[in-house]
């Protein structure tokens, strides 16, 4: 059987190809999507422990945020609106429109990059619709709903980081034309989905997938065993990730501004040189550290 090209960003009904590395492929009912994987809500299919499990989520997570979460998202993450329930996406995005033009849309799990940054350059936001079982309660591999509305949409109501996320939309569909989408997808990865940020009072998560996870949020600013080193686009474009176990290594801003001024410019000629020096140094592991540059230590554990 001939492989599945994904790159057109197309739906074929089937789980998309992802560049992380993990023991199985993504889950979520492929054939219901449309042909640009997005499909309706079924809000009917939550069920009372759906809807429960949404809430201690919402209710732990909240928790956890002093002092590990940056202000920015600690303001935001109200927006999201009652916590004792799944949201309807309809109803997030009427508000999001209000605020800033974005709207969410239900897909059916992980999507392609290159369909990816089609709906991101439309100020569309792809919301997983499938909620975690229990025995994930603390972990899941895939981004489920409220990874990605507890996680990436607060932010989305900031003009700023919205405006931003659409540039990253558009930066990607040229990406994609010119066979560097995989290399863009670290890119979001170690910024939006695992970064961290130092201030004056020590590290803080803005990555979605860590402020998701009460696990990762705590282990990503305080485990020793966790390397944190200084943003640097063609260190981070070289550098490998996995998506079923905590990050081994986290990339550090030190503002907001630093990363929407290093990812600007056209990225031609960096797509260019990071080939450039994988082919000759090849891509670095997840977890290595490189002579001579910046790390940072973790935050001592907050006192109990």
């Known amino acids: 059987m001939p492989a599945v090209d994904f790159h ?14 993990g023991s199985r492929p993504p889950r979520g009912d492929y054939a219901k999507a449309r042909a640009d994987y ?3 809500q079924a809000y009917a299919q939550y069920t009372e422990a759906d809807h429960e499990t949404y809430r201690r989520l919402y209710t732990r997570q909240l928790q956890q945020l002093p002092g590990l979460a940056c ?13 004792e329930h799944i949201p309807h996406f309809d109803e997030v995005s009427e508000r999001l429109l209000i605020a800033t033009g974005w709207q969410i849309v239900g ?6 990059e290159e369909a990816f940054f089609a709906l991101l350059a439309a100020r569309k936001f792809p919301v997983t619709d499938w909620i975690r079982k229990p025995e994930e309660f603390d972990y899941v591999v895939e981004p489920d709903v409220f990874h990605d509305l507890f996680g990436h949409v607060p932010l989305l109501f900031n003009p700023v ?26 890119l979001y990865w170690y910024t939006v989905e695992f970064g961290l940020i130092a201030t004056p009072q020590g590290l803080r998560a803005y990555g979605a997938g860590i402020l998701s996870s009460a696990g990762e949020l705590r282990h990503s600013v305080t485990s020793p065993q966790a390397e944190r ?76």
Do not use: H, W
């Open 38 to 40: 997005t499909c309706e």
């Open 229 to 304: 080193v200084a943003f640097d686009l063609q260190r981070l474009m070289r550098s490998r990730y996995t998506i079923d176990s905590y990050q081994a290594t986290y990339f550090v801003i030190d503002s907001f501004d630093q990363l929407f001024e290093a990812t600007a410019p056209d990225f031609t000629p960096v797509y260019r040189q990071v080939r450039d020096r994988i082919a000759v140094e090849g891509e670095i592991a997840a977890g290595a550290v490189l002579a001579g540059e910046r790390r940072f230590s973790a935050n001592p554990p907050a006192r109990g």
């Open 8 to 21: 057109d960003g197309v739906n074929k009904g089937v789980a998309p190809v992802t560049y992380g590395t």
């Open 107 to 112: 897909v059916p799990g992980l999507i392609p």
């Open 71 to 83: 202000d920015e998202f600690i303001s935001a993450v109200q927006q999201l609106g009652t916590p």
């Open 161 to 186: 980081f919205a405006d931003y996320m659409q540039a990253y939309g558009a930066g990607g569909m040229k990406a994609s034309r010119l066979d560097a989408a995989e290399l863009l997808a670290r």
